[in-house]
């Protein structure tokens, strides 16, 4: 879900050429599987889509790819680690580390609750986009 709000945000402030927003999985439920039918729904309901979607690992090649990598709970982070072996240059956070209250995104995969996640999620993405805009320059 946080893939495509982001990508929504940056469309909306025409700054999607500023950006590449891709998301990984940090563990292998889901390996090519599309957007979870509850979570497309969700998005849907916030008119966003996703389609052609298919769910990829996090690698190593992705440290070096990208200047932020973010996760969603404690969890994505022990993973991160696990996978990437370490973070020398600061890249991994919490999504909600960018909130004034940082904490976990409750799991819905385990919750079920698809809407407080989007709350969570689109609380994170925003405070996250803001702090990315600070620096820019029109």
Same mark, same amino acid.
Not at 46 to 71: E, F, V
Not at 122 to 135: I, Q, W
């Given at each position: 879900?946080a ?10 402030a ?13 563990? #292998? ?27 990829r690992?996090?690698t ?36 909600l580390?960018? #909130? /004034? ?7 819905? $995969? ?7 996640? $989007?709350?969570d ?16 320059? /029109?």
């Amino acid at each position: 879900m946080a893939e495509f709000i982001m990508k929504k945000l940056a469309r909306s402030a025409e700054r999607e050429a500023d950006f590449e927003i891709a998301s990984a999985a940090t563990s #292998t439920e889901e390996l090519g599987n599309p957007v979870y039918p509850m979570a497309r729904q969700e998005l849907a309901k916030h008119g966003i889509g996703c389609p052609g979607h298919a769910a990829r690992q996090l690698t190593t090649d992705d440290y070096s790819s990208y200047d932020m990598i973010i996760g969603m709970d404690g969890e994505n982070m022990k993973n991160m680690l696990a996978i990437l072996g370490s973070d020398p240059e600061g890249k991994l956070s919490l999504l909600l580390d960018y #909130t /004034d209250h940082p904490r976990d995104i409750a799991d819905p $995969w385990y919750t079920r609750n698809f809407t407080a996640a $989007w709350k969570d999620i689109y609380a994170g993405c925003t405070a996250l986009f803001d702090k990315l805009n600070d620096g820019a320059t /029109d």
